[in-house]
């Protein structure tokens, strides 16, 4: 989950900036959770790696630290070249959908 307080702190205090950034996340990334079961389903290394890597830089932005390790188990298996576990892949997913509600909760 994102730490609302941190990215506060860290956009100001300025409720425009964050509400912002988490627009430009559920615009970009928003439907990732399907983007990466599909990927994994087709068994498709580069674009597990490419998608896992982008969303591990947007949580670090979002200062959601559990979902960026996560992207990052995900991110490292397929770099080196091997499917991540079926774990890795629904945590990882699981953890997108909770921060996708969490974020449609704030932007109401």
Excluded at 6 to 32: F, H, P, R, T
Aim: hydrophobic fraction near 40%; aromatic fraction near 4%; proline fraction near 1%.
């Amino acid at each position: 989950m994102i730490k609302i307080e941190e990215l506060k702190a860290i956009c100001g205090d300025d409720d425009s900036m964050v509400e912002m950034l988490l627009n430009l996340y559920m615009e970009e990334y928003g439907q990732c959770d399907s983007v990466i079961q599909q990927k994994y389903t087709n068994d498709d290394l580069d674009g597990l790696f490419k998608i896992s890597h982008e969303l591990k830089g947007m949580f670090s932005n979002l200062c959601a630290q559990d979902a960026m390790g996560l992207a990052q188990v995900v991110e490292s298996s397929s770099q080196a070249g091997t499917l991540p576990d079926e774990s890795a892949i629904n945590n990882l997913c699981q953890e997108i959908r909770q921060i996708n509600q969490q974020i449609k909760n704030i932007l109401l």
